[in-house]
């Protein structure tokens, strides 16, 4: 399992971005697929969910009507669009998949929302 983040970089207050996780040696379409991230200092946490088929996304609350999760299996890439982004965002932002028992994360691409 290979998991690729790119998209990340430094903007201001009320931009947006569009993050994307590169996937492969897996079978993409088959599995549910997340976005976490980690703040300096903080433990990582969860920031969205997508099914299998796309048909079910959930967002932590924190995010909710500013992110959006997105999947295109045709290139077993993920996205997370990220708009209205506000400084308590910023930090490296991973993509996830749980096959089995087993987590694997990519190395994450840096968010920093500063003015």
């Known amino acids: 399992v290979q998991l690729v983040e790119s998209g990340g970089g430094l903007l201001q207050p009320g931009g947006s971005l569009r993050l994307s996780c590169a996937a492969s040696?897996?079978?993409?379409?088959?599995?549910?697929m997340s976005w976490y991230r980690e703040a300096v200092g903080k433990e990582r946490e969860w920031v969205a969910s997508i099914s299998s088929t796309g048909g079910v996304t959930n967002y932590a609350d924190s995010v909710k009507g500013r992110f959006t999760i997105s999947r295109d299996d045709a290139k077993s890439t993920l996205y997370l669009q990220s708009d209205s982004l506000k400084p308590e965002d910023t930090a490296l932002y991973y993509c996830?998949?749980?096959?089995?028992?087993?987590?694997?994360w990519g190395q994450g691409t840096q968010v920093t929302v500063s003015s």
């Open positions: 040696g897996f079978t993409f379409s088959s599995y549910d």
């Open positions: 996830n998949v749980n096959i089995g028992f087993i987590a694997s």
